[in-house]
Every structure is written in C-alpha cells, then in structure tokens.
C-alpha cells in the first residue's frame, strides 16, 4: 500500500512538473493565449492525473483477471 501512494505521488508530481513545463513553453513561444492560469494549471494537472490514474487501476483490474 506503501509503494502505492509513493508511486501516486510520484505520477502527481510527474503530471504536474510535465504541465508547468508545458505552460511555461506556450508563454516562451508567444502562445500565453494557450497557457493555463495557475489554477487551470491545478485543475489540469488532476485532469490528467485522474485519467493516468484510471488507467493504472483498469490495468491492474485486467491483470487479476487473467490469474
């Protein structure tokens, strides 16, 4: 369970480092326009995290499925 939360926590702050580089990059290219606001940020940032995070439980659902 541990390692769980550990690897959640790491995919967060994987997800996030990844979408403030991604704003950071649309500013830096003359594109703010595309840029989230920091709460954007935030809210896509979870967006992103809950999807990978569905996808992690429905592979692991398969995986036992198939013992």
Request: aromatic fraction near 8%; charged fraction near 30%; hydrophobic fraction near 45%.
């Amino acid at each position: 369970m541990a390692s769980d939360l550990n690897n959640l926590a790491t995919l967060l702050n994987d997800v996030a480092k990844r979408e403030k580089e991604r704003n950071e990059v649309l500013i830096d290219i003359g594109f703010a326009d595309f840029a989230f606001s920091d709460e954007g940020l935030i809210e896509e940032t979870i967006r992103v995290f809950n999807a990978r995070y569905k996808q992690i439980i429905n592979e692991r659902v398969l995986e036992s499925m198939t013992l």
